[in-house]
């Protein structure tokens, strides 16, 4: 860890205050040398009390001034508001990381007065307890240095991965909403348990466990899921009735179409976003 590294979090709601809370963990940065914004003075308060770091309402420009890396993770809708407001105190070498969903680094970057290295990033909500899945994606200006300082960074709150901007669609769709159908395939485990008389308490346990576990089974043995779950078939057993179940109403068709129907709407969510952008912040003359 570098002990002098400066970070700053721009918007320390759900998603910027769970990263504060991994990368002080993780040691990636120091309290003294991480601090952060919000919008209303309570939460300043409690974020500041929580973290023991120092947080403001607002300054985001102070804030960002003398900061190694700026993560912004305000609303997507106010991002650009924010990096036009950071932008006069943004000095050479800084990294800016942004979390905002459907942003397109083009559109970070018009906001900048000059070139810096610039990453997109897609977590998701597992974050909070230390297991998210994020993908990363950054301009030409990044070094291999400062890559490897930003996966650190998300390393921290769990996985994290480099692809092409242009993935980051199907990444949304994929790892960013997913955690969303895996809650909903635990609740139909636990109401299934209940139906067939098991307490909701009892149903609730087995069925989180079950999925953590598969996870885990996946990750560890490096095997292709459908080898694992042939290794759960006995001919003629109790697994076989309930998966033919499962494929008559189409349960692998159904969650990818899901993903290229998420996909399909996130590519024309961020193409919207970038127009109304466009027509709403003026890009900084360079
Ligand atoms: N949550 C997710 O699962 C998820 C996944 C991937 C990406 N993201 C991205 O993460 C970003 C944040 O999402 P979130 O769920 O963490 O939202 P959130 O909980 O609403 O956090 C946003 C934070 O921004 C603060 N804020 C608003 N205006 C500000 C300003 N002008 N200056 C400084 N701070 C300001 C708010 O302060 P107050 O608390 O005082 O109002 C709030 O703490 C979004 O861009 C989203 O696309 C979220």
Redesign the pocket.
């Known amino acids: 860890m570098n002990k002098d590294l400066r970070v700053t979090v ?8 769970a990263l504060m809370g991994g990368m002080l963990q993780a040691g990636v940065v120091t309290r003294q040398n991480l601090c952060a ?4 003075e309570p ?2 308060v409690e974020l500041a009390a929580r973290y023991e770091v120092r947080v403001t ?2 300054g ?1 420009a102070e804030a960002a001034a003398d900061a190694d890396v700026v993560i ?5 809708g ?2 650009m ?2 990096l036009n ?1 950071i932008a006069p105190r943004l000095k050479p070498g800084q990294v800016i990381v ?6 397109p680094i083009a559109m970070i970057e018009s906001a900048l007065p000059f070139t810096l290295p610039v990453f997109r990033a ?4 597992p974050v909070v307890v230390g297991e998210g899945a994020t993908a990363v994606c950054c301009n030409g200006s990044a070094t291999g240095e400062q890559r490897d300082l930003v996966e650190s960074i998300f390393r921290a709150v769990g996985v994290a991965c480099f692809v092409e901007e242009d993935m980051m669609d199907a990444v949304t769709a994929l790892s ?1 909403s997913g955690p969303a159908y895996i809650y909903m395939v635990i609740e139909a485990m636990i109401s299934g348990g209940v139906k067939m008389g098991l307490s909701h308490g009892v149903a609730t346990r087995l069925a989180e466990q079950t999925v953590l576990g598969a996870a885990k089974h996946v990750r560890e043995t490096g095997l292709h899921p459908a080898i694992l779950r042939d290794q759960v078939i006995t001919p003629g057993g109790v697994t076989i009735v309930a998966i033919h179940e499962l494929e008559k109403h189409g349960l692998r068709s159904t969650i990818l179409s899901a993903i290229e129907s998420a996909t399909l709407h996130s590519r024309s969510r961020t193409a919207v976003l970038a127009e109304k952008l466009k027509h709403e912040h003026k890009p900084n003359d360079k």
């Open positions: 721009l918007g320390a709601g759900n998603m910027g205050s914004t919000v919008k209303s939460h300043a309402t607002g985001n912004v993770a305000v609303k997507p106010y991002a508001g924010v407001e942004s979390v905002a969903a459907s942003l897609m977590p998701n909500i960013g």
